[in-house]
Structures are given as C-alpha cells and as structure tokens.
C-alpha cells in the first residue's frame, strides 16, 4: 500500500476511535519510510493519546513538538545509553536532507553520543548479516532424524493398537 493511502488509513482509523490500529499502521510506516518526519510525528501523537510517554518520545524523537518530559521518558527506558536510543529510533541513512535543521541536529548529537559509548563510528542501521548456508548434510541429518521420528511413532502406534485390540478381545 503506498505511503499516502496507509497515512489516509491511519487517520480514517483514528476518527473511527481506533489508536491502537492507527499505531500498527503508523509503526509500519515508520519501518518502510523510516526518514518520513511526519509520519514520526504522527505516531509520537498517537502514542500521546494513549498514554504512552515514552513511545511518545521515541518516535517525536526528532520533533521541536515532544515534550520535554516525553524525551526524558524515552531516555530512561534505555537508560539514557546513546546506542540503544538510537537503534530504538531506526533511523537510516545520513543526519543531512531530513528537512528539519532540529532533526539533522539531534541526529548528529545522538550519533556522537553513540559513538563516544561505542568507541568506533556508528552506523544508523546496521545491515543484517547475510544468512550463511546450511551446508548439505544438514538437510540430510535434518530428514533422517525426521525418519526415525516418524518410524518410533509407527511402531508406537502399532504396539498401542495390539494392545487396545488384546484387551477388548
């Protein structure tokens, strides 16, 4: 669904009187847009409606409109520990073209923090590892333990029907 039609859906969400399914789609279009200002903002809202100070302040994180208190509240939750605020914010990419100076600016100071903890440059997001191969034999060891398995479970079966059958008879 793109961008534009999941923010409408959102919203129409929200004016139907559910946040909750509002927040789903909102945290969804934060992980596929995640440089989207707005869409951080709107889920900093909604967060603010349900009485969640600290997801308030994680994702209005990069807004001059989240409290101070909801930026404290997110900073406790990671025990003020630059790293794991900064992995909790998602971010990807540089600090520049957000379009917000403030933005750009918290980025860059959270990101030295990061740093700082960390003792080497920090990446905003970190690519996954590529997954490594199973090599042959394990699908070979994987489909003879299942083998046994189902051979222990047939013979089980038999030997539990002989014995209702000696017993009814």
Known sequence: MPIEQTLARAEHLLATGDP???????????????RRLDVRERLSEVHRTLGEPQEAGRWGYLSERTTP??????ERAHRGDARHMARALRWEGAEDGTGSAFAEQRLRELR???????GEPWAW?????????VPWWGDLLAVAVL???L????V????????LVGLVL
């Open 20 to 34: 909750h399914g509002a927040r789903v789609r909102l945290r969804s279009l934060v992980e596929h847009a995640p």
């Open 69 to 74: 208190e909801e930026i404290r509240a997110f």
């Open 112 to 118: 030295a923090r990061a740093e700082e903890l960390a």
């Open 125 to 133: 997001r970190r690519p996954r590892p590529d997954p490594q191969p």
């Open 147 to 149: 083998g046994v398995l």
């Open 151 to 154: 051979t222990f479970l047939v």
């Open 156 to 163: 089980g079966a038999i030997t539990v029907v002989r014995w």
